[in-house]
């Protein structure tokens, strides 16, 4: 069996093609309407979270720049962790300006985390500083580690 390659077809070509078609997408006149890059409207974002354990406490991390205290709410209901707020757009239009790029995503959010039996809903704390919000949730006592002392007989 011979194996056949379709001489029509250049890879290179199609990568060329595509150099310039990112190309173009950059190298536009700044007197002209440019692209712009936005989520659509209605669409929410999500923050990013860390989540880490150790023997005592769950942390929850979760970057949330450009917000304050006042913009986010945190709760605790039957085993899962609530973290919600919203980023509200600062529209400040000013005579003979565009916008030009808009990459920036606001609106609301809420992110959900299921929470293991450990933990004590009852103990929870929260921090807020220079846009990045930690959630400590402490563990049952029961469920933390202890040293069990061996007797000698």
Same mark, same amino acid.
């Not at 595509?18 to 997408?25: G, T, V």
């Not at 979760?62 to 757009?89: F, H, M, N, W, Y």
């Not at 004590?120 to 930690?134: E, I, M, P, Q, S």
């Given at each position: 069996?011979?194996?056949?390659?379709?001489?029509?077809?250049?890879?290179?070509?199609?990568?060329?093609?595509?150099?310039?078609?990112?190309?173009?997408?950059?190298?536009?006149?700044?007197?002209?309407?440019?692209?712009?890059?936005?989520?659509?409207?209605?669409? @929410?974002?999500?923050?990013?979270?860390?989540?880490?354990?150790?023997?005592?406490?769950? @942390?929850?991390?979760?970057?949330?720049?450009?917000?304050?205290?006042?913009?986010?709410?945190?709760?605790?209901?039957?085993?899962?962790?609530?973290?919600?707020?919203?980023?509200?757009?600062?529209?400040?239009?000013?005579?003979?300006?565009?916008?030009?790029?808009?990459?920036?995503?606001?609106?609301?959010?809420?992110?959900?985390?299921?929470?293991?039996?450990?933990?004590?809903?009852?103990?929870?704390?929260?921090?807020?500083?220079?846009?990045?919000?930690?959630?400590?949730?402490?563990?049952?006592?029961?469920?933390?580690?202890?040293?069990?002392?061996?007797?000698?007989?």
């Amino acid at each position: 069996m011979a194996i056949i390659r379709k001489r029509d077809w250049d890879p290179f070509r199609e990568l060329n093609v595509l150099q310039h078609q990112i190309s173009d997408l950059f190298d536009w006149s700044w007197g002209k309407d440019a692209p712009s890059i936005r989520l659509p409207e209605g669409i @929410s974002w999500s923050p990013s979270i860390d989540v880490e354990e150790d023997e005592r406490e769950f @942390s929850v991390k979760a970057e949330v720049p450009g917000l304050s205290k006042d913009d986010l709410s945190i709760s605790v209901d039957g085993g899962v962790l609530r973290i919600s707020g919203e980023k509200k757009v600062e529209k400040k239009e000013e005579k003979g300006k565009k916008q030009h790029i808009s990459e920036i995503a606001y609106g609301k959010f809420e992110r959900i985390l299921s929470l293991p039996e450990t933990a004590d809903t009852g103990r929870v704390n929260a921090k807020f500083k220079d846009g990045t919000l930690k959630v400590t949730i402490t563990k049952k006592k029961e469920s933390q580690p202890k040293q069990i002392d061996i007797k000698i007989e």
